[in-house]
């Protein structure tokens, strides 16, 4: 019967002539779930050059990166040199020229140059098939939405904020890591939050201002940043006149990216975007630093401008250069990078011998000097009021200073008495008596 039932079977299937299965055909094995998978597509016949240097730009920043913090790490041991730092006690009113890096309370940053690209951020493409093209207008505009990674909460390297607050400063930060049309709205939008501060008049407030390329609109001539820094200025010296101090890194030269457009084809396309013009920005950038020296500085309002920038350059790594303190975009800094530009930033505010371009090494995070432990400004350099410094580790320093100098003015007390009971004596004998005893004595 079974027999019969399966020779049935088989010749209605040869019949209707259906194709074989794996129930009908012993030879098919039974399917598994790799034969679902779908194989990788072949490599696109044609793919643009400029994915192609991106591409090359993007692995070897990666493995520089990869390399380099592994081998020189930034890190909280750095903070480890201020354990050295003595303290001051210094009376009297904070000024522009005497105020301390723990005096400030509130800090904020604008510009570019302060954010970082997101690490998974990959170049925008058109299309995948039949060939790999870029959409170079959607990847300018994803850089400029997605590169405003914060270095105060998406990172643990040490930055401007974090070194303040490791000297002893009570911070509040402000950020507005949001997409702006330039840095006039950048610097609205954190006076605002900093003006929701109960009491903010009256703090120690300090804005750093790190114009990039992204902060001008695309094609406009780079000598715009300038502008956009001194209208930033501006409306932080009305809105915030009083306890502020602005600090503003000068990029007029663009020399550090100068370098990475003539090493690497896709930094050259994309510094195609803004039209330079150096001379006429170099201009504009000493105008506006004689204005801003000249108008925006006071006792209570202090604007540093710093030139760390202007001859900086990468530094030189086998026959390649070391772009591990860019991101992939060849225009924002690394994480790493922006880490290396605050702590050389720090040394600048507060010795004059590290007034030096930036060199994007590791480098220790110096003191404020004991002879004058204030942010550096003109007059101070040359000036400083008097600091009273006291040492953590010696308990009784001021009470000794304070015995010494009670000591020295109880003998000169006694010896001012002692000359007043002689006078006294003399004066009470006869002049024919004070001869007489002066005359026995030299006879």
């Given at each position: 019967?079974?027999?019969?039932?399966?020779?049935?079977?088989?010749?209605?299937?040869?019949?209707?002539?259906?194709?074989?299965?794996?129930?009908?055909?012993?030879?098919?094995?039974?399917?598994?779930?790799?034969?679902?998978?779908?194989?990788?597509?072949?490599?696109?016949?044609?793919?643009?050059?400029?994915?192609?240097?991106?591409?090359?730009?993007?692995?070897?920043?990666?493995?520089?990166?990869?390399?380099?913090?592994?081998?020189?790490?930034?890190?909280?041991?750095?903070?480890?040199?201020?354990?050295?730092?003595?303290?001051?006690?210094?009376?009297?009113?904070?000024?522009?020229?005497?105020?301390?890096?723990?005096?400030?309370?509130?800090?904020?940053?604008?510009?570019?140059?302060?954010?970082?690209?997101?690490?998974?951020?990959?170049?925008?493409?058109?299309?995948?098939?039949?060939?790999?093209?870029?959409?170079?207008?959607?990847?300018?505009?994803?850089?400029?939405?997605?590169?405003?990674?914060?270095?105060?909460?998406?990172?643990?390297?040490?930055?401007?904020?974090?070194?303040?607050?490791?000297?002893?400063?009570?911070?509040?930060?402000?950020?507005?890591?949001?997409?702006?049309?330039?840095?006039?709205?950048?610097?609205?939008?954190?006076?605002?939050?900093?003006?929701?501060?109960?009491?903010?008049?009256?703090?120690?407030?300090?804005?750093?201002?790190?114009?990039?390329?992204?902060?001008?609109?695309?094609?406009?001539?780079?000598?715009?940043?300038?502008?956009?820094?001194?209208?930033?200025?501006?409306?932080?010296?009305?809105?915030?006149?009083?306890?502020?101090?602005?600090?503003?890194?000068?990029?007029?030269?663009?020399?550090?990216?100068?370098?990475l457009v003539n090493n690497f084809d896709f930094c050259k396309q994309i510094h195609k975007v803004w039209p330079t013009h150096e001379a006429k920005s170099e201009r504009l950038w000493n105008m506006l630093e004689e204005r801003l020296k000249k108008n925006f500085r006071s006792e209570t309002f202090y604007t540093h401008v710093l030139n760390l920038l202007e001859e900086s350059r990468p530094l030189k790594v086998g026959n390649?250069?070391?772009?591990?303190?860019?991101?992939?975009?060849?225009?924002?800094?690394?994480?790493?990078?922006?880490?290396?530009?605050?702590?050389?930033?720090?040394?600048?505010?507060?010795?004059?011998?590290?007034?030096?371009?930036?060199?994007?090494?590791?480098?220790?995070?110096?003191?404020?000097?004991?002879?004058?432990?204030?942010?550096?400004?003109?007059?101070?350099?040359?000036?400083?009021?008097?600091?009273?410094?006291?040492?953590?580790?010696?308990?009784?320093?001021?009470?000794?200073?304070?015995?010494?100098?009670?000591?020295?003015?109880?003998?000169?007390?006694?010896?001012?008495?002692?000359?007043?009971?002689?006078?006294?004596?003399?004066?009470?004998?006869?002049?024919?008596?004070?001869?007489?005893?002066?005359?026995?004595?030299?006879?």
């Open positions: 019967m079974m027999y019969w039932w399966w020779l049935m079977t088989v010749k209605l299937l040869l019949f209707l002539r259906i194709p074989p299965t794996t129930a009908s055909d012993p030879e098919i094995l039974p399917a598994s779930p790799e034969d679902f998978t779908i194989p990788p597509l072949p490599p696109p016949d044609d793919i643009d050059p400029l994915y192609e240097a991106w591409q090359a730009f993007h692995d070897l920043q990666q493995h520089q990166a990869d390399e380099f913090n592994r081998e020189f790490p930034i890190d909280e041991r750095l903070y480890s040199s201020f354990r050295k730092c003595g303290n001051f006690d210094l009376p009297g009113e904070r000024l522009s020229d005497n105020v301390q890096p723990s005096n400030f309370e509130i800090y904020a940053e604008l510009g570019h140059l302060n954010t970082f690209c997101r690490i998974d951020l990959t170049l925008s493409l058109l299309s995948h098939l039949p060939t790999t093209t870029v959409d170079f207008q959607a990847a300018l505009e994803s850089y400029k939405r997605n590169c405003l990674e914060s270095a105060q909460t998406k990172s643990k390297n040490p930055t401007l904020s974090k070194i303040l607050t490791a000297m002893g400063a009570n911070l509040q930060v402000f950020e507005s890591n949001v997409v702006h049309n330039n840095l006039h709205a950048w610097a609205r939008h954190i006076v605002r939050m900093i003006e929701r501060v109960p009491g903010y008049e009256s703090k120690w407030k300090m804005i750093m201002i790190a114009p990039g390329l992204f902060d001008i609109d695309f094609g406009t001539p780079t000598y715009k940043l300038a502008e956009s820094v001194m209208q930033a200025v501006q409306l932080i010296n009305h809105k915030l006149p009083e306890k502020t101090i602005v600090v503003v890194i000068r990029n007029s030269k663009l020399t550090f990216w100068k370098h390649t250069l070391d772009i591990s303190v860019m991101s992939s975009d060849c225009v924002h800094f690394s994480s790493r990078g922006i880490s290396l530009l605050h702590t050389h930033l720090w040394n600048w505010l507060v010795q004059p011998s590290r007034q030096v371009e930036w060199t994007p090494l590791v480098r220790p995070l110096y003191c404020p000097r004991p002879s004058c432990p204030f942010l550096v400004t003109k007059t101070n350099t040359y000036f400083c009021p008097q600091a009273k410094q006291t040492d953590p580790e010696e308990k009784f320093k001021d009470l000794s200073d304070v015995m010494i100098v009670t000591m020295l003015l109880v003998t000169v007390l006694l010896y001012a008495l002692l000359l007043a009971f002689i006078g006294c004596g003399v004066k009470r004998k006869a002049p024919s008596e004070i001869y007489e005893h002066i005359s026995r004595r030299y006879s």
